[in-house]
């Protein structure tokens, strides 16, 4: 693969006109991707089309009435994976673990966020699931604070690493953007351009 600076400052700027950019930040109580993760392979081994026996359906076994309770429409295994996730959010801001039994049997802690009723956005479960959310258009050098390095640090968590969530890059965000672009093949420049975004979700796993 090939470096990500050829003009990342002017190319973020055409990029922005028009772009959907990442909008508010995941809620830093919310829980975890590896949580969501543990959730999905106990509930559905993590298969986003999957029908269960019992009138179940997606990647965390949504019954119909819990599904529209939460704004969902036509069938959950039907929606894309982000919809999904971004149902599962609000369930889970809703009511907390309590409507999944995976989440007991793995012990899933809840927390500020669980039953808090604080409807989420879709930037803020754009952090949960397997395929990468759209990249934000912006690419990220040392020193930079956005909303969207937010989304990527704590898709990093999943791998082991252990950001708060902060949305600013320093050097544990240098650290981890150098393990992806070491991993996948791309020139370890240190910026968080598109191909660094995209493989922490579609690359090769990384260890801090």
Do not use: K
């Amino acid at each position: 693969m090939s470096g990500e600076r050829w003009g990342a400052r002017g190319l973020a700027l055409l990029l922005l006109v028009g772009a959907v950019v990442v909008g508010g930040p995941a809620a830093s109580a919310d829980p975890s991707s590896q949580d969501w993760e543990t959730l999905r392979q106990c509930e559905s081994s993590g298969r986003y089309d999957v029908v269960a026996s019992g009138g179940y359906y997606g990647a965390y076994q949504f019954d119909l009435a819990t599904w529209r309770s939460v704004g969902g429409a036509g069938y959950p295994h039907e929606a894309t994976p982000e919809e999904q996730d971004y149902r599962a959010l609000y369930l889970y801001r809703m009511r907390g673990w309590q409507p999944w039994t995976c989440a007991g049997l793995h012990g899933l802690s809840e927390d500020a966020d669980a039953g808090s009723e604080r409807v989420p956005s879709y930037a803020e479960s754009a952090y949960i699931g397997g395929a990468a959310p759209a990249w934000p258009g912006v690419a990220f050098e040392y020193g930079d604070c956005h909303s969207g390095l937010r989304v990527w640090q704590l898709r990093m968590n999943t791998y082991g690493f252990d950001f708060a969530g902060t949305g600013c890059y320093y050097e544990e965000t240098r650290v981890a953007v150098l393990a992806v672009q070491r991993a996948n093949g791309i020139t370890e420049s240190g910026v968080l351009g598109p191909l660094t975004w995209r493989a922490a979700w579609e690359g090769v796993s990384v260890s801090p």
